[in-house]
């Protein structure tokens, strides 16, 4: 638990080599540790500090600003159940509460078998589908008592794996960029000329 | 269990309008650079690699692209503000949708990945950009899947990186992902978030990143909708996107309106035509409101606007006459309360959502947030006094002094306030948790007094030796 892997401080390099500036692959790399561990661990935080040329705490700095990152274990299963207006209009307060009688635990807190993380969160974007939740970022819309309950029947017979992966686990498809298309990223420093294009039209 | 035309596009409904931006969302594979090609994809690039990239500029601020993240200041003349001669320059496009009741830049980023890329590269063209950066909110899985592989797809063809299309255009397009942040969505705080900080608003001046944005850079910041404009604009030319809608605001624009209609959905309109009206209560539209309820208020333009009442309905999406009603377009964003609505209640999810996400660089922002969330939920409760209804006033006042833009200034004799009105805050986090406030209170103050428990009060007297 801990630093990097391998494998992801070859993945950490490419996504640093995309920007004229490594500390912009702060968040990204965050990302990858929480995909890796579940939660962002010190000791991960203290390595990406050393491949983006920070210190620790200033990594910690702009992790702690985001909701995303948790600092400790939390649930396989992150349900995030949205309580703004459009939801709140339709609904989410029953939702909540009857979220939190089926598994027995308070908005913001994990069961006991580490199964399931609750939270309350602001809008996610589908409010003309309200009330709508997240299950690891995952969509579920207009939902009901109902709907949740099977939600969660399926999610702890593990039937939906396939569609919703342990909870770190963003986006399962990457950006590559092949080393003979790229330009590649330049510190802001060294550019001292207008773009060659803008010069005319651009040469077919 | 999802509303909508197509499942894939969940909550879109089309419409007998014209389709500048959701022609695609009719196919399963919008989101593929096959289908792409099939549907005149990557042809709008084309062209405008044909044409001197001044010319595309030219093309983009006559036609007058408003902006469509919520201050509707037109591209072709933000890009215009850049220095000359201070390179290199960088595009940012603000995919961090999070304003509440919008609903529109996710299903562009989901149903037509490679428009808002097309977009990206036409405007990189035609303001000398050399790097684009796709920021898209964290939360948003299937969005970032989706633009990967548009991404990916788009690279391996030749339409993105070096020498495009055999030209000597190149851009690089780096996909960024956020991590859950509302305030990322201002555009300083994006750029801030982008450079691996904690993603607080800058200090303004500089008004706009285009004088000093990414790494001190000019830096065009452009909303996801926008860009996705432009493919469409070049293969249609400008007198074809001027034909609709109306001079000021040409074109079509998403909208979202959820809430208490018969069926909340996302619809592409008619820029300064479609009138609120005809959103809440037309056949194509929402059809009415919920169990043939009367409408009591709705939310113009995300969670920032001031509310607007049955009075308003009338109005077109046209911001030179919204504004002077007393509130804004903002991001597309209709939120509707039927007469069974619970306002200060409903007023509530939208303050404590300003609250919980102020990034606290501003004081009155910070403080000021939190004290309307706690004396509106005191008040909520049944647990308030007289004084706190004052008081949720004067914390506003000290967010925004003066008048606040409101629907009914004009009854009450004040002024239509301008936008950007005043503020102590340095965003628009600040105001937008007051907006709720004040509309609320001003327009059903009834049902706050209602809820208000009568207190004696104790006079305490100093005790003298």
Same mark, same amino acid.
């Given at each position: 638990? +801990?630093?990097?892997?391998?494998?992801?401080?070859?993945?950490?390099?490419?996504?640093?080599?995309?920007?004229?500036?490594?500390?912009? $692959?702060?968040?990204?790399?965050?990302?990858? +540790?929480?995909?890796?561990?579940?939660?962002?661990?010190?000791?991960?935080?203290?390595?990406? +500090?050393?491949?983006?040329?920070?210190?620790?705490? /200033?990594?910690?700095?702009?992790?702690?600003?985001?909701?995303?990152?948790?600092? /400790?274990?939390?649930?396989?299963?992150?349900?995030?159940?949205?309580?703004?207006?459009?939801?709140?209009?339709?609904? +989410?307060?029953?939702?909540?509460?009857? $979220?939190?009688?089926?598994?027995?635990?308070?908005?913001?807190?994990?069961?006991?078998?580490?199964?399931?993380?609750?939270?309350?969160?602001?809008?996610?974007?589908?409010?003309? /589908? $309200?009330?709508?939740?997240?299950?690891?970022?995952?969509?579920?819309?207009?939902?009901?008592?109902?709907?949740?309950?099977?939600?969660?029947?399926?999610?702890?017979?593990?039937?939906?794996?396939?569609?919703?992966?342990?909870?770190?686990?963003?986006?399962?498809?990457?950006?590559?960029?092949?080393?003979?298309?790229?330009?590649?990223?330049?510190?802001?420093?060294?550019?001292?000329?207008?773009?060659?294009?803008?010069?005319?039209?651009? $040469?077919? | 269990?999802?509303?909508?035309?197509?499942?894939?596009?969940?909550?879109?409904?089309?419409?007998?309008?014209?389709?500048?931006?959701?022609?695609?969302?009719?196919?399963?594979?919008?989101?593929?650079?096959?289908?792409?090609?099939?549907?005149?994809?990557?042809?709008?690039? @084309?062209?405008?690699?044909?044409?001197?990239?001044?010319?595309?500029?030219?093309?983009?601020?006559?036609?007058?692209?408003?902006?469509?993240?919520?201050?509707?200041?037109?591209?072709?003349?933000?890009?215009?503000?850049?220095?000359?001669?201070?390179?290199? *320059?960088?595009?940012?496009?603000?995919?961090?949708?999070?304003?509440?009741?919008?609903?529109?830049? @996710?299903?562009?980023?989901?149903?037509?990945?490679?428009?808002?890329?097309?977009?990206?590269?036409?405007?990189?063209?035609?303001?000398?950009?050399?790097?684009? =950066?796709?920021?898209?909110?964290?939360?948003?899985?299937?969005?970032?899947?989706?633009?990967?592989?548009?991404?990916?797809?788009?690279?391996? #063809?030749?339409?993105?990186?070096?020498? %495009?299309?055999?030209?000597?255009?190149?851009?690089?397009?780096?996909?960024?992902?956020?991590?859950?942040?509302?305030?990322? !969505?201002?555009?300083?705080?994006?750029?801030?978030?982008?450079?691996?900080? @904690?993603?607080?608003?800058?200090?303004?001046?500089?008004?706009?990143?285009?004088?000093?944005?990414?790494?001190?850079?000019?830096?065009?910041?452009?909303?996801?909708?926008?860009?996705?404009?432009?493919?469409?604009?070049?293969?249609?030319?400008?007198?074809?996107?001027?034909?609709?809608?109306?001079?000021?605001?040409?074109?079509?624009?998403?909208?979202?309106?959820?809430?208490?209609?018969?069926?909340?959905?996302?619809?592409?309109?008619?820029?300064?035509?479609?009138?609120? *009206?005809?959103?809440?209560?037309?056949?194509?539209?929402?059809?009415?409101?919920?169990?043939?309820?009367?409408?009591?208020?709705?939310?113009?333009?995300?969670?920032?606007?001031?509310?607007?009442?049955?009075?308003?309905?009338?109005?077109?999406?046209?911001?030179?006459?919204?504004?002077?009603?007393? &509130?804004?377009?903002?991001?597309?964003?209709?939120?509707?309360?039927?007469?069974?609505?619970?306002?200060?209640?409903?007023?509530?999810?939208?303050?404590?959502?300003?609250?919980?996400?102020?990034? !606290?660089?501003?004081?009155?922002?910070?403080?000021?947030?939190?004290?309307?969330?706690?004396?509106?939920?005191?008040?909520?409760?049944?647990?308030?006094?007289?004084?706190?209804?004052?008081?949720? =006033?004067?914390?506003?006042?000290? %967010?925004?002094?003066?008048?606040?833009?409101?629907? &009914?200034?004009?009854?009450?004799?004040?002024?239509?306030?301008? =936008?950007?009105?005043?503020?102590?805050?340095?965003?628009?986090?600040?105001?937008?948790?007051?907006?709720?406030?004040?509309?609320?209170?001003?327009?059903? *103050?009834?049902?706050?007094? #209602? *809820?208000?428990?009568?207190?004696?009060?104790?006079?305490?007297?100093?005790?003298?030796?």
């Amino acid at each position: 638990m +801990a630093r990097l892997t391998e494998e992801n401080i070859r993945h950490s390099r490419e996504i640093i080599g995309r920007y004229p500036k490594a500390r912009s $692959a702060t968040i990204p790399l965050l990302h990858l +540790a929480q995909e890796q561990d579940g939660y962002v661990t010190n000791e991960a935080m203290a390595h990406i +500090a050393e491949l983006v040329g920070a210190s620790p705490a /200033e990594v910690f700095g702009t992790a702690s600003f985001y909701e995303m990152f948790k600092f /400790e274990p939390i649930g396989k299963y992150l349900i995030n159940i949205c309580g703004t207006m459009s939801c709140a209009l339709l609904g +989410a307060e029953e939702l909540m509460h009857h $979220a939190e009688e089926r598994l027995g635990i308070k908005m913001g807190s994990t069961t006991a078998d580490g199964k399931f993380t609750l939270e309350r969160v602001e809008c996610q974007a589908a409010c003309t /589908e $309200a009330p709508c939740l997240q299950v690891n970022y995952r969509y579920r819309y207009r939902v009901t008592p109902d709907h949740l309950d099977t939600l969660i029947a399926d999610l702890s017979a593990e039937t939906l794996v396939s569609e919703i992966p342990s909870h770190g686990i963003v986006a399962s498809i990457r950006q590559h960029i092949p080393a003979d298309r790229g330009v590649g990223a330049v510190a802001p420093e060294l550019v001292t000329e207008n773009p060659v294009w803008l010069d005319g039209k651009a $040469a077919l | 269990m999802t509303g909508g035309t197509w499942k894939h596009a969940p909550g879109f409904y089309v419409g007998d309008r014209p389709q500048v931006v959701t022609s695609r969302f009719q196919y399963e594979d919008s989101y593929t650079l096959e289908r792409y090609l099939a549907t005149d994809g990557y042809k709008g690039l @084309r062209s405008a690699l044909a044409r001197p990239a001044s010319e595309i500029h030219d093309e983009v601020r006559n036609a007058t692209v408003l902006g469509r993240g919520g201050a509707g200041f037109p591209a072709g003349n933000k890009w215009g503000l850049m220095p000359q001669g201070v390179w290199p *320059r960088y595009l940012v496009v603000n995919g961090d949708e999070s304003e509440p009741g919008t609903y529109k830049d @996710r299903l562009l980023m989901e149903c037509d990945p490679h428009q808002l890329i097309e977009g990206c590269l036409i405007a990189s063209y035609a303001a000398g950009l050399s790097q684009c =950066f796709l920021y898209i909110r964290g939360e948003m899985a299937l969005a970032q899947e989706r633009i990967a592989a548009a991404l990916n797809e788009a690279y391996a #063809a030749g339409y993105i990186g070096k020498n %495009i299309l055999g030209s000597n255009f190149s851009v690089d397009i780096v996909l960024h992902w956020g991590a859950g942040a509302y305030v990322v !969505g201002e555009e300083t705080a994006l750029i801030e978030s982008l450079e691996g900080n @904690r993603g607080m608003p800058r200090l303004k001046p500089p008004y706009f990143p285009a004088a000093n944005g990414l790494y001190g850079q000019p830096t065009i910041v452009n909303n996801v909708e926008t860009l996705a404009n432009l493919p469409w604009l070049l293969n249609n030319g400008t007198a074809a996107y001027t034909a609709i809608g109306t001079a000021t605001s040409p074109g079509t624009r998403m909208v979202a309106v959820s809430g208490h209609v018969n069926r909340p959905g996302v619809f592409e309109i008619i820029n300064g035509i479609t009138t609120f *009206r005809d959103l809440l209560y037309g056949d194509e539209f929402c059809q009415g409101i919920r169990n043939g309820n009367d409408l009591k208020a709705f939310v113009p333009g995300g969670g920032s606007a001031p509310w607007f009442t049955p009075d308003q309905l009338d109005l077109p999406f046209e911001a030179s006459q919204v504004g002077p009603a007393g &509130s804004m377009l903002g991001s597309g964003a209709v939120m509707v309360m039927d007469s069974t609505t619970d306002i200060p209640r409903a007023a509530l999810t939208l303050t404590r959502f300003y609250a919980h996400e102020s990034c !606290g660089k501003c004081t009155p922002c910070r403080e000021g947030g939190t004290w309307l969330e706690r004396i509106l939920s005191r008040v909520v409760d049944g647990k308030g006094t007289d004084a706190d209804l004052d008081q949720l =006033f004067e914390v506003g006042e000290s %967010i925004c002094p003066g008048a606040f833009p409101h629907a &009914s200034n004009e009854k009450l004799g004040i002024a239509a306030v301008p =936008f950007p009105y005043r503020m102590n805050t340095i965003c628009f986090v600040g105001p937008s948790a007051y907006a709720p406030v004040h509309s609320a209170l001003t327009l059903f *103050r009834s049902e706050f007094d #209602a *809820r208000i428990v009568k207190r004696t009060m104790i006079k305490v007297t100093a005790v003298s030796e």
